[in-house]
C-alpha cells in the first residue's frame, strides 16, 4: 500500500474556493459601484458596496457549485455571488450606462488577473517566495477566467448585456426577447449552457485562457 500526502492539494483546493468566492464577489461589487457612479444608488442604499462576503455569498453559487466544479476536476471555474440589485432607469447615462454597468464586473476581474500577472512575471525578480508567486498565479488565473468566461454573450452573463445595450434599439429589443425567454427557464437554462459549453467549447476555451496567461507572465507556471 502507497500513502499519499494530501494535504497540499487539499490546501491547494481550499485556496482557490476562497480565491474563486472572493472574486465573483468582486466582480458583483464592481457592478455596484459603476451603478452608483453612473446615478444609481440602489446598490448602495441595499448595503451591497462591501467586500463583505456575507452580504454576498449565494450557498450555491458561492460556495456548493464552485467546491464541486474545483475538487472534481472540472475543466471549467464558474460560480456566482447574488446579484448586485440596479435600476437602469436611474443612469443619467441612458445609451451607455447599462453596457457600463455590466462590463464593470469583467473589467474588474481582467484588472485583477493584469495586476497579480505583473506580480507572477517580475516577483521572481524582486525577491518574492514561490508561495507568494504561486497565490499570485491562482489570483491571477482565476480572475483570467472569469473576466473571459462573463464576456460570452450568453444571458445573465455580462457580455450579453453589454452587447444588447450598445446595439440600435430595433436588434436590442431582439436581443431582450431571448434574454427574457432563457432566464425564464430558469436554472435550467444554465445547466443546459454549462452543459454544452463544457462538452462543446470548454476545451477550446480553457486554451485561450492559457494563452492570454501566457502572454500576461511571460513564462506559464501552469
Avoid: C
Avoid at 89 to 95: E, I, K, M, T
Wanted: proline share 6%; glycine share 8%; aromatic share 12%.
Amino acid at each position: 500500500m502507497v500513502a499519499y500526502d494530501t494535504k497540499p492539494a487539499t490546501m491547494e483546493i481550499i485556496l482557490s474556493l476562497i480565491v474563486l468566492i472572493l472574486s465573483v464577489i468582486a466582480h458583483e461589487v464592481a457592478h455596484g459601484y459603476a451603478a452608483n457612479s453612473l446615478g444609481d444608488p440602489t446598490a448602495r442604499l441595499a448595503g451591497r458596496l462591501t467586500l463583505n462576503p456575507l452580504s454576498h455569498i449565494d450557498l450555491m453559487g458561492s460556495i456548493i457549485l464552485p467546491a464541486l466544479l474545483i475538487f472534481t476536476h472540472s475543466p471549467i471555474l464558474f460560480g456566482w455571488a447574488k446579484p448586485v440589485p440596479y435600476n437602469p432607469y436611474n443612469l443619467r447615462n441612458q445609451r451607455w450606462g447599462e453596457a457600463l454597468v455590466a462590463i464593470a464586473g469583467s473589467a474588474t476581474n481582467l484588472l485583477l488577473a493584469v495586476i497579480f500577472g505583473i506580480i507572477v512575471r517580475y516577483g521572481g525578480a524582486v525577491g518574492l517566495d514561490a508561495t507568494a508567486i504561486s497565490f499570485a498565479t491562482t489570483i491571477a488565473f482565476i480572475n483570467l477566467f472569469l473576466g473571459l468566461f462573463n464576456l460570452i454573450p450568453f444571458p445573465p452573463l455580462d457580455g450579453f448585456t453589454t452587447l444588447r445595450a450598445i446595439l440600435p434599439w430595433h436588434l436590442a429589443s431582439g436581443l431582450a426577447r431571448i434574454e427574457q425567454s432563457i432566464r425564464g427557464a430558469g436554472m435550467l437554462s444554465l445547466i443546459l449552457f454549462l452543459f454544452a459549453f463544457s462538452y462543446l467549447f470548454a476545451g477550446p476555451f480553457f486554451r485561450l485562457v492559457v494563452w492570454v496567461f501566457d502572454l500576461l507572465v511571460g513564462n506559464s507556471p501552469l
